[in-house]
């Protein structure tokens, strides 16, 4: 439609321009109308309780609550966040919206990205289970209507309205793609589901503060789920860096990439052209002594990455036990680098130890990117309080230890062999010595510390994961 107000009295022309900014508010700002939906995508969404008693890592002991949904109901499959599910041990409660409930195992968690599945039998659910539809955050565009679903503050089925702010932030402890969005929820939203106006899932919900909300792409969790589906091994590519998203104009002006650049990269369909950088790099490593913070990786394996986080990683995904070549700028000069792609699956927790009241396992990469534990050795992650253990080092807010044995009695601990080796042969009430690192404490350097062993309550035992049981097992 054309109007033309050249010709027309001015005060026609104002009262004609206005009419048409009302038309175009009207538009635009009438929200989609969910109500015909809600209903059916509730059965979908789920209630999620947890207890922990036993945690690796940085996880906390207790009970929580969060959200998750159907995405197989055929294999019984349910989608959360990976910091609902953990990697510890856990009794996981499924509630459903028709008051039933049921028990699930975990099947799968994600060591980089917040996503993780749990599993329950299909034949324990008293209803007909529906997965949601599943669609691609690619497909979305700014001011998109979007609908969440989810345990917000403990209210069951809360159901929140919002819109796409950012299609590509960088947030999470490592570098992952989210979408900023206007939701205002808060604890126990984690884990819900995000649907579009045609009707699909495509993103789970995953962090955020009253006002802001952000969400993980469904596409993370959808290539994780294929492969689960096709009992085929998940892999995730890692090189040891963390990286963050800064603008082409901070990358040309404060790290000297080249002005030839900006034309390269172009706008992207996310808004401001932005590039990645190097932010820090994890100890040990396979990029360690490769790369560097401040790096900008402008090139994988000859692609043009510009700000794409997603596909970055899922290029790393599929060159697993390879070597990569990143063109990375360096301080204005364009360096090529080849590393090799290392595999965080096979570096997850899958064997600890109780022992003297305390639980350990091996360092993970994860720990040594939050810590940045540069040594090898065994990490113990909780001591109960009055245990053998427990004046080995400070306890911080959430309980957790944050130790690393180097050794036990004059014997090195690399690994949890070599600590299991050292531990059997102490006897109940031996007084005894372990090496630490504290990081808890500002002085992390190594440290003698005595104890005396109490193993009437506290003996050795060593559990490890299974796959076919979903469930941890005494091996010794």
């Known amino acids: 439609m054309f109007i033309n107000l050249r010709n027309r009295p001015f005060h026609t022309q104002v009262w004609l321009l206005g009419l048409l900014i009302n038309l175009f508010l009207e538009l635009h700002l009438v929200a989609y109308d969910w109500s015909p939906h809600i209903e059916e995508?509730?059965?979908?969404?789920?209630?999620?309780?947890?207890?922990?008693?036993?945690?690796?890592?940085?996880?906390?002991?207790?009970?929580?609550?969060?959200?998750?949904?159907?995405?197989?109901?055929?294999?019984?499959?349910?989608?959360?966040?990976?910091?609902?599910?953990?990697?510890?041990?856990?009794?996981?409660?499924?509630?459903?919206?028709?008051?039933?409930?049921?028990?699930?195992?975990?099947?799968?968690?994600?060591?980089?990205?917040?996503?993780?599945?749990?599993?329950?039998?299909?034949?324990?659910?008293?209803?007909?289970?529906?997965?949601?539809?599943?669609?691609?955050?690619?497909?979305?565009?700014?001011?998109?209507?979007?609908?969440?679903?989810?345990?917000?503050?403990?209210?069951?089925?809360?159901?929140?309205?919002?819109?796409?702010?950012?299609?590509?932030?960088?947030?999470?402890?490592?570098?992952?793609?989210?979408?900023?969005?206007?939701?205002?929820?808060?604890?126990?939203?984690?884990?819900?589901?995000?649907?579009?106006?045609?009707?699909?899932?495509?993103?789970?919900?995953?962090?955020?503060?009253?006002?802001?909300?952000?969400?993980?792409?469904?596409?993370?969790?959808?290539?994780?789920?294929?492969?689960?589906?096709?009992?085929?091994p998940i892999q995730r590519g890692e090189i040891g860096v963390d990286l963050e998203l800064i603008s082409i104009g901070e990358a040309i002006r404060h790290f000297r990439l080249p002005e030839s650049c900006r034309k390269e990269i172009g706008r992207p369909a996310t808004g401001t052209p932005r590039v990645i950088q190097i932010e820090s790099i994890i100890p040990l490593s396979t990029g360690v002594d490769r790369l560097r913070a401040s790096d900008i990786i402008y090139r994988i394996n000859d692609i043009l990455i510009r700000d794409d986080l997603y596909q970055f990683d899922e290029i790393l995904d599929q060159h697993v036990d390879q070597t990569v070549r990143l063109d990375v700028y360096r301080n204005g000069k364009l360096v090529p680098i080849e590393v090799l792609v290392d595999d965080l699956e096979k570096q997850k927790v899958r064997k600890f130890v109780r022992f003297g009241g305390a639980i350990f396992h091996e360092i993970t990469p994860q720990l040594r990117h939050l810590l940045y534990v540069d040594i090898d050795g065994i990490y113990m992650s909780f001591s109960e309080a009055g245990s053998s253990f427990s004046q080995v080092g400070r306890r911080d807010r959430s309980g957790n230890s944050k130790i690393v044995i180097l050794e036990i009695n004059g014997k090195p601990t690399k690994s949890l062999t070599d600590f299991i080796v050292a531990c059997q042969n102490i006897q109940d009430g031996e007084h005894t010595y372990v090496v630490v690192r504290d990081f808890n404490q500002f002085n992390v350097s190594p440290t003698p510390k005595s104890l005396t062993i109490n193993l009437k309550f506290g003996p050795l035992e060593t559990f490890e994961w299974s796959d076919q049981r979903l469930d941890w097992i005494v091996i010794n």
């Open 41 to 232: 995508y509730k059965p979908m969404v789920v209630n999620i309780e947890t207890a922990s008693e036993i945690v690796f890592g940085l996880e906390s002991k207790g009970i929580s609550f969060a959200t998750g949904f159907i995405i197989d109901s055929e294999r019984g499959i349910i989608a959360t966040n990976q910091h609902v599910t953990g990697s510890s041990p856990s009794y996981v409660k499924i509630n459903f919206h028709d008051g039933s409930f049921t028990q699930a195992r975990l099947l799968y968690y994600d060591p980089t990205h917040d996503f993780g599945f749990y599993q329950i039998d299909p034949e324990t659910v008293l209803f007909d289970m529906k997965s949601v539809s599943l669609g691609s955050w690619r497909n979305l565009f700014i001011g998109e209507d979007l609908l969440l679903i989810g345990n917000n503050e403990k209210e069951e089925y809360s159901i929140k309205y919002g819109n796409v702010a950012n299609l590509n932030v960088d947030k999470g402890d490592r570098h992952s793609s989210y979408l900023h969005t206007t939701f205002d929820r808060t604890g126990g939203s984690s884990g819900s589901p995000v649907w579009n106006t045609s009707g699909e899932v495509v993103a789970i919900h995953a962090r955020g503060t009253d006002t802001s909300s952000f969400e993980l792409p469904i596409d993370y969790l959808k290539s994780a789920l294929l492969k689960l589906q096709q009992i085929q």
